[in-house]
């Protein structure tokens, strides 16, 4: 079976997810996640994605990317993931693959790009692992108010426009995050991801008709209804 296109638009933000084979774990500890965030940072660096969000669950990962190249989205997961599951293997005495086929990704508006950092430093939060995003080690959200963080992320340019100071930067971003986001927004961002397909405005497709964004629009699951 061949494989489905995946867009990918040099200099826009995609959202990724990597997920364990089987749901099994793949970030054991603190251990784990620093080796894999050295490893992205080295990856990134290489092949030229700019990284501007992330969170380590137990079993899979979320990421905040621009590509600026071609090949450098698609070089950069290789790499780490080939990297990552020879350490996981060698640490835990196993072989084969970690990884549950194809990592997901979808292209985001840039209107929409703090959504997703947003939804992204919520995960774990989300899921009930952590109740404040403070409390999130695994996460980029430490980077963004100001805390212990990744010196070598890349802010998106629309978290710069928050404020003309990292301060303001810094407090308005720890306020969005705070308010949280609507149930339909999550669900939105979530569909689009598991399906690849692009999270886009009418009004960016519009702008944009060379890339035929239109032919990547989720249709409704299930049978048409019948007219």
Request: charged share 25%; aromatic share 10%.
């Amino acid at each position: 079976m061949a494989r489905k296109a995946r867009l990918v638009i040099v200099g826009q933000a995609m959202h990724l997810l990597v997920r364990g084979h089987n749901r099994q774990i793949i970030f054991n500890d603190d251990a784990d996640c620093r080796i894999y965030l050295d490893w992205l940072r080295d990856a990134a660096k290489e092949f030229g994605c700019g990284v501007h969000a992330f969170a380590l669950m137990p079993n899979h990962a979320h990421l905040l990317v621009t590509p600026r190249f071609d090949y450098s989205l698609s070089k950069t997961m290789q790499s780490l993931g080939r990297r990552y599951a020879q350490y996981i293997n060698q640490r835990q005495g196993t072989s084969g693959t970690i990884w549950e086929g194809r990592f997901c990704s979808s292209l985001i508006d840039p209107s929409y790009a703090l959504q997703v950092q947003r939804y992204i430093e919520l995960n774990p939060v989300r899921a009930g692992l952590e109740s404040r995003a403070e409390d999130c080690k695994s996460t980029s959200y430490q980077s963004h108010i100001g805390g212990k963080g990744e010196p070598w992320l890349t802010d998106h340019p629309n978290f710069w426009a928050l404020g003309n100071t990292p301060f303001e930067r810094q407090l308005a971003w720890e306020a969005f995050v705070r308010e949280g986001a609507p149930h339909h927004e999550d669900r939105a961002i979530t569909e689009h991801l598991i399906r690849s397909r692009p999270w886009v405005s009418l009004e960016f497709i519009q702008q944009n008709p060379k890339w035929s964004l239109d032919r990547w629009q989720l249709n409704p699951r299930g049978r048409p209804k019948k007219s």
